[in-house]
């Protein structure tokens, strides 16, 4: 997909050009989530339809229309999440720098994994529906206890998606789920991607006075 002469038409999967375009955009979510470094060939960005044609220039034309200027919109919020948060960079070709919470429900078709530095605040959580199913209270495993905010998710309105958000951050609650400890419960979009930053709770004022001792 990514770094090739995509045409969104006739390679994307899905039945209405929206799906096309719902599924594209779990593709850059997963995309600039994954370790590794980032490459959209020219016109990617704004999903030109056609190939690319070194004779012609770029269908800039095409931002005329919703969907591909919700689509550049997207692109834009991916690269500055990418650049705002040094859990996607920092620690990149570092083993400890990437942890799956859930890789093994096939059934779902659902993936979540987390980014992280040495600083256990900067933890970001990535959850990738790639289902054309939509999930509500659906349950995923967190890395501590703490407070989880959605703080980008592909099928927002903006961006062209149906709007099935998580507007509320949640508090984990300590429920074992994907082999964590905790866990929380959120809204799934089909073909999305949502990322959360992850704040540890305080630590209890008596873990602190026996520290102190």
């Known amino acids: 997909l ?3 002469e995509m045409c969104i038409r006739d390679r994307m999967p ?11 955009r779990a593709a850059y979510g997963f995309m600039i989530g994954h370790p590794g470094k980032k490459l959209l060939f020219m016109g ?6 056609n190939e690319w044609n070194e004779n012609t220039s770029l269908e800039w034309e095409l931002l005329d229309y919703p969907i591909h200027k919700q689509t ?10 990418y650049a705002e ?15 799956w919470i859930e890789c093994n429900n096939a ?3 659902i993936l979540v994994f987390i980014r992280k530095t040495k600083k256990k605040e900067e933890t970001l959580m990535f959850v990738c529906n790639f289902d054309n199913m939509a999930h509500q209270k659906f349950r995923v495993g967190v890395p501590f206890a703490g407070k989880y905010k959605e703080i980008l998710n592909s099928d927002a309105k903006n961006y062209g998606g149906s709007g099935m958000v998580n507007a509320r951050m949640k508090s984990s609650k300590k429920m074992e789920w994907d082999e964590k400890e905790n866990s929380i419960e959120i809204n799934i979009a089909p073909m999305s991607v949502s990322v959360f930053t992850c704040t540890p709770a305080p630590e209890k004022a008596a873990k602190k006075t026996a520290a102190k001792k």
């Open 107 to 109: 059934a779902e078709s």
């Open 85 to 99: 948060y040094p859990a996607l960079s920092e620690m990149d070709y570092h083993p400890h720098g990437f942890e």
């Open 44 to 49: 990617q960005e704004f999903g030109q339809m």
């Open 2 to 4: 990514v770094g090739s």
């Open 14 to 24: 899905g039945a209405t050009l929206e799906d096309k375009y719902a599924n594209l």
């Open 72 to 81: 550049r919109d997207y692109v834009k919020a991916l690269n500055k999440l």
